[in-house]
């Protein structure tokens, strides 16, 4: 096996077909702008006399010519059997990718399902209850009156209690100063058909049921519930304490239709909270919400195939107690405080996150990480933003592997430095990748940088692999290491047990130094590395073991103007 560091003396190198292929991502001058060429690579070439590496296709355009001074290529297959394990997905990982090739939601015949009763399609409705405010007042009509329907009304505060089947209750009017609660033995459908409710001392709507609850935003109607800063007791009809966790609650499933829009404001509470799981259909229109807690939190999980939401929240964006968090579709736009999603079970393999389909995801945390799931971040398509900043912030903090397939994920650091960590005694460094287990990008476009004044940052980091196949990936890591009066953190780019670059990837690395760092070996299988810094010594390329490429490696030295 041949570990090369080549110093050419020619004036001009030629190597033809050392990028063959009829899929090949092509960047255009910004690493940023990247798209796909079907077009066949003709031949690289190297030139001495002005520094350049031209990639030149067969059709007759050339690509990527920029200041290149070292170049090596080594013929030999570099991929032995340990790089061809790490690009093996055990069966979990494999079904949950596979799980992601069907992000259409549609309604199930089959009532073997366990989502057939999700469907307000299946729900047929026999009985309506309107409800409407006008002010400090409300009035309750049940039709027709015979259904087992019975409702308590004070000033504007409302309890209906619910024992009959296939009811739906309808709310408008307004209210600064009243509140719904619901009982019942079954589920039910709650259409809000331009409503406002605000509640000075509690919930805007407390569902005291275990069953379904089928919430339908009609179209063109807007609704707003509000809470205020804090929350009296609630008490059963027994006397007995209730939960009260957020400005809409239930202790059942909340499942959203309708085109809509709901605003949800909760200045002490969560804004949206589910003590079973949540579900945004495709059907779904705006929902808003602001919370002083979570913006929406679930105990079992989180799915969303449609609709717009944005989410501002003092603590996280989306939590889930014990189960994962699924974005089939759809726009998520949020800002916390806290982590953005964050996913965490007491069981293993089940507090994970999906990405996938055309599903849009917008985050930014001021602390901790934009997304924190315990079982993995998987994506097969979709298009992921996340920004981060603060004392060991992460964009994607997993215990398990992060995953990324087809899609588009883009990560910025701004103004992270480490934080130290009692229960470790050790700091935590921030990070754009972070992974207990392995990092694999896989026929995607991956940008992760650092901005501002981040410190001791490692980018991308593993404990074990990080697998770069047939993608092209993009990490700005022009950073400082961090020092204080004990210790000395470094800032490293890509950090992993093992780094390989392979299958017709593109990967362009701008460092101080620590670019890429192995405890093993670093692989650059028929693919680029382009590095980027202004100093280039031992510590850039770091490994412990091997050295094998049968692809372009070159280094840029960055001039100050």
């Not at 001392?201 to 809470?227: D, F, T």
């Not at 996913?343 to 995801?361: D, F, I, M, P, R």
């Not at 010594?537 to 840029?556: I, R």
Request: net charge negative; glycine share 6%.
């Amino acid at each position: 096996m041949k570990r090369i560091l080549l110093a050419i003396s020619a004036v001009c190198l030629l190597v033809t077909n050392a990028f063959a292929s009829d899929k090949y991502f092509q960047v255009e001058n910004d690493f940023y702008q990247c798209a796909i060429s079907s077009s066949q690579i003709d031949s690289v070439v190297y030139s001495k006399s002005d520094a350049t590496l031209d990639f030149h296709y067969k059709d007759g355009h050339c690509v990527w010519a920029k200041d290149a001074v070292g170049y090596i290529d080594v013929t030999e297959s570099p991929c032995d059997e340990s790089f061809t394990d790490s690009l093996h997905l055990d069966n979990l990982t494999q079904e949950k990718i596979a799980a992601l090739d069907e992000v259409t939601e549609s309604v199930p015949d089959n009532k073997e399902n366990p989502e057939y009763e999700d469907f307000i399609e299946r729900f047929n409705r026999s009985c309506k209850v309107k409800i409407k405010w006008n002010n400090d007042k409300a009035e309750v009509s049940v039709n027709p009156s015979d259904y087992d329907v019975s409702a308590s009304v004070s000033g504007a505060d409302v309890v209906l209690t619910i024992e009959d089947k296939k009811v739906q209750v309808i709310l408008s009017g307004e209210t600064a100063s009243g509140s719904l609660k619901i009982y019942s033995d079954y589920k039910f459908r709650l259409d809000l058909d331009g409503v406002s409710i605000s509640n000075p001392s509690g919930p805007a709507i407390n569902i005291q049921s275990k069953n379904r609850v089928y919430i339908h935003l009609p179209e063109n109607k807007s609704n707003v519930l509000k809470s205020g800063a804090e929350y009296v007791k609630q008490l059963s009809p027994t006397g007995e304490e209730e939960d009260a966790k957020a400005t809409l609650f239930s202790e059942g499933q909340l499942i959203f239709s309708g085109e809509g829009s709901l605003t949800v404001e909760s200045p002490s509470h969560h804004g949206i909270c589910s003590d079973d799981y949540i579900r945004f259909r495709s059907t779904l229109g705006d929902i808003s919400v602001n919370a002083g807690k979570d913006a929406v939190h679930a105990k079992d999980y989180f799915l969303m195939y449609g609709g717009r939401l944005t989410a501002v929240a003092a603590d996280n964006g989306i939590q889930v107690e014990k189960g994962y968090a699924a974005f089939y579709g759809g726009m998520s736009k949020i800002q916390s405080d806290d982590n953005g999603v964050e996913t965490k079970s007491e069981l293993t393999h089940t507090a994970y996150v999906l990405v996938a389909g055309n599903a849009n995801l917008d985050i930014s945390s001021k602390e901790g990480s934009a997304i924190d799931c315990q079982d993995g971040f998987y994506s097969n398509g979709g298009n992921v933003r996340l920004q981060t900043g603060g004392a060991g912030g992460r964009g994607i903090r997993s215990k398990s592997k992060i995953v990324v397939e087809n899609g588009f994920l883009a990560v910025e650091l701004s103004d992270c430095k480490p934080v130290w960590n009692e229960n470790n005694q050790d700091f935590t460094q921030p990070a754009a990748l972070r992974s207990s287990d392995s990092i694999i990008v896989s026929n995607a476009l991956c940008s992760c940088c650092t901005k501002y004044d981040t410190q001791g940052a490692k980018v991308i980091n593993a404990d074990s692999a990080v697998v770069i196949s047939n993608s092209v990936v993009a990490v700005e890591a022009m950073q400082d290491d961090y020092e204080n009066n004990e210790f000395d953190i470094k800032a490293k780019a890509v950090e992993g047990n093992d780094i390989a670059v392979l299958n017709k990837s593109m990967v362009y690395i701008s460092a101080r130094k620590n670019a890429l760092c192995s405890e093993n070996s670093v692989v650059i299988g028929n693919s680029a590395v382009k590095l980027l810094s202004d100093s280039f010594d031992k510590t850039f390329l770091k490994y412990n073991k091997d050295f094998d490429l049968s692809g372009a490696f070159f280094y840029n030295k960055l001039v100050n103007e």
